[in-house]
């Protein structure tokens, strides 16, 4: 029987209960398919880091390399320095694993409605590309006397022709096998050095791919046509601290952030690649069985996907597309259900 060998990451807040709600579905999925996946759990994450000190174990990285992919809820905790769930957790897997894709599909489940009142599902129907591994995030900078009236604060971008190249290659292919029609998420009339040379050998990418239909937009009118015009986007390429603050508003609107799944991706799978919802850990309602399982689902389907099980990952797909059509509803979307019931109707669906 297929095997697949999965690191379940809980990470903290809603993890603890939208993560085993995914596991169980996976499980079901895979019964339906012929296929097994063998979970190791991991309690990592913010919560790890008051106990321990760290985020993850020193070999950490050591262990989840063994795995075929990584399924991870989220980090961060009220009690925990916030700058440090990203530096030490996600964006520390995310970039010794090379998972310089991060694959964020925007798409109107059947039965929801969006907040914008005249789109339907053939309008909202696209996919972020976010640079996962440089530009913004690098966190070179430092802050210089910080207490004192000299105090200063420098956070620098790095963009490099390989890390661009890679992340578009990957964009063109996925926009022709789409709707072939690529939008560069940019704003290089202002910052005029790293995302002028981002412009440039998007650019040049472009060349490869004359079937594509290829434009560049800044991200200000950007964020306007995503709520007037989403009909517009097909594949969305953009940067690291652009794709992360579009992929928020993408969220919204299909209707709530606990919709969104994503896969941060190694496209040549010398790494695993890891799987998450794309929202964070959510204090203010953890632990109360209230949150939306959907993100975290489509992340499975997004990763069985990634794993060449096609059908099971349709079929996930399919089944949460069911239970949408229903009338359950997590409090997000305006109604009480609860995770476990939703999570429970999309097994009962597959
Ligand atoms: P958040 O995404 O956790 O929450 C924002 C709002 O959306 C909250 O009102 C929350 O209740 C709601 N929400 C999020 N997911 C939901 C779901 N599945 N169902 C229903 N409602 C949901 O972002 P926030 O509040 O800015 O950050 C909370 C913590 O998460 C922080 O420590 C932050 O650093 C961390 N974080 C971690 C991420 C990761 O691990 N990849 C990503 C984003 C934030
Ligand atoms: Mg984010």
Redesign the pocket.
Do not use: Y
């Given at each position: 029987m297929r095997t697949y060998k999965i690191a379940a990451i809980f990470?903290?807040?809603?993890?603890h209960e939208?993560v085993p709600a995914g596991m169980e579905v996976l499980n079901g999925v895979a019964a339906k398919h012929n296929f097994q996946i063998e979970w190791e759990s991991y309690h990592w994450?913010?919560g790890y880091y008051e106990q321990h000190g760290v985020f993850l174990p020193e070999d950490g990285l050591e262990i989840l390399r063994r795995f075929d992919a990584i399924y991870?809820?989220?980090?961060?905790?009220?009690s925990?320095d916030?700058t440090l769930?990203?530096k030490l957790?996600?964006n520390f897997v995310r970039t010794h694993f090379e998972q310089y894709v991060n694959y964020r599909p925007v798409k109107l489940f059947d039965g929801l409605q969006s907040p914008l009142r005249n789109k339907n599902q053939t309008d909202i129907d696209f996919v972020i590309i976010r640079e996962n591994n440089e530009g913004e995030f690098v966190q070179t900078g430092r802050q210089l006397y910080p207490g004192f009236t000299e105090g200063l604060a420098i956070d620098t971008s790095i963009f490099t022709r390989k890390g661009i190249e890679r992340v578009a290659h990957y964009a063109f292919k996925l926009a022709q096998k789409r709707r072939k029609n690529l939008v560069n998420v940019t704003k290089s009339n202002t910052l005029i050095n790293t995302l002028a040379f981002w412009d440039k050998i998007i650019g040049e990418v472009a060349a490869h791919y004359p079937d594509v239909k290829y434009t560049k937009m800044y991200v200000d009118a950007v964020s306007a046509n995503f709520v007037l015009h989403p009909e517009y986007f097909d594949v969305v390429l953009t940067t690291n601290m652009i794709g992360d603050i579009l992929s928020?508003l993408g969220g919204a609107i299909m209707g709530?952030?606990?919709?969104g799944g994503s896969g941060n991706i190694n496209p040549e799978k010398t790494f695993p690649s890891m799987f998450?919802?794309?929202?964070?850990?959510?204090?203010?309602?953890a632990g109360q069985n209230?949150?939306?399982?959907?993100?975290?689902l489509w992340s499975g389907a997004l990763m069985l996907e990634h794993l060449g099980e096609e059908n099971a990952a349709n079929d996930i797909m399919k089944a949460i597309n069911m239970v949408t059509s229903g009338p359950l509803r997590?409090?997000?979307l305006g109604g009480n259900s609860s995770?476990r019931a939703v999570a429970q109707a999309v097994l009962e669906a597959l």
């Open positions: 990470g903290d807040g809603i993890g939208i994450g913010a991870f809820g989220a980090v961060g905790l009220p925990v916030d769930p990203f957790f996600t928020d709530s952030l606990g919709l998450e919802p794309i929202h964070g850990s959510a204090p203010d309602i209230r949150a939306n399982p959907i993100g975290q997590t409090a997000d995770t």
